[in-house]
């Protein structure tokens, strides 16, 4: 199984320009989430997909928006990059909805804006 | 909003030597705790959790956490630290109610010398 894959690994973007990167997981889980890591403040929440069809903002949502395509497939966009999204972005998935708090990481999106 | 709080930016230990991480949590209400672990190069990884019940929890490779509910902590611990535990570690913390995706931590870095 490949669990939660994400896309691409590394990034380099110029401040105004747009991205999207893309998660996709094959565990069958309901729930899927996007977290930015930066150093000194560790994982915070972007945005959530609780079930297939629904979104919800989470701690730091400004400058992103998220597509839920199917089951599989959660997408986090940039619609124009800031120096201050240069982060590791993860991408993580649960079957529960939280109920057990096991979520799947993806490896992680480098992403790098000048 | 729910918070948590771990006060250990960076260990270092020698083999052997035992590990104590603080990590308090602010939350109004009922709560899972977890802590994560992401070695060098690989995924974040759920190291244990907290539901309910004997508030001492063993998680793999000899960790425990102790959840003391007066003082809103869960504090993570191994007797003995191999080299093989240098990694970032990460305490999370969801509510039984309302929004469950996890809340992290800033991480702990620890580094075991050999």
């Known amino acids: 199984n490949a669990g939660v894959t994400q896309t691409p690994k590394f990034q380099v973007l110029k401040t105004g320009q747009s991205m999207t990167l893309q998660c996709a997981q094959d565990m069958n889980h309901n729930s899927m989430y996007w977290y930015r890591q930066d150093p000194g403040m560790g994982l915070r929440l972007i945005y959530y997909?609780?079930?297939?069809?629904?979104?919800d903002k989470g701690e730091v949502p400004n400058g992103y928006n998220v597509s839920r395509l199917n089951k599989r497939e959660f997408s986090l966009r940039l619609e124009s990059a800031a120096p201050s999204q240069t982060s590791v972005y993860f991408c993580?998935?649960?079957?529960?909805?939280?109920?057990?708090?096991?979520?799947?990481f993806g490896e992680g999106s480098r992403l790098t804006v000048l | 909003a729910q918070s948590v709080s771990q006060h250990n930016h960076h260990v270092i230990l020698s083999e052997a030597a035992s590990l104590e991480l603080g990590c308090n949590y602010s939350y109004g209400g009922t709560v899972n705790l977890f802590w994560y672990v992401q070695y060098p190069g690989q995924h974040l990884q759920l190291l244990l959790k907290?539901?309910?019940?004997?508030?001492l929890v063993k998680g793999i490779k000899g960790f425990e956490a102790e959840f003391i509910k007066s003082k809103f902590s869960f504090n993570l611990r191994k007797p003995s630290v191999q080299w093989s535990d240098t990694a970032e570690y990460f305490c999370a913390v969801n509510g039984r109610t309302g929004r469950r995706a996890l809340t992290f931590g800033s991480g702990t870095r620890l580094q075991v010398q050999p």
């Open positions: 907290y539901f309910s019940g004997d508030p």
């Open positions: 993580a998935s649960d079957l529960t909805g939280g109920l057990t708090g096991e979520l799947f």
């Open positions: 997909s609780a079930s297939e069809g629904t979104t």
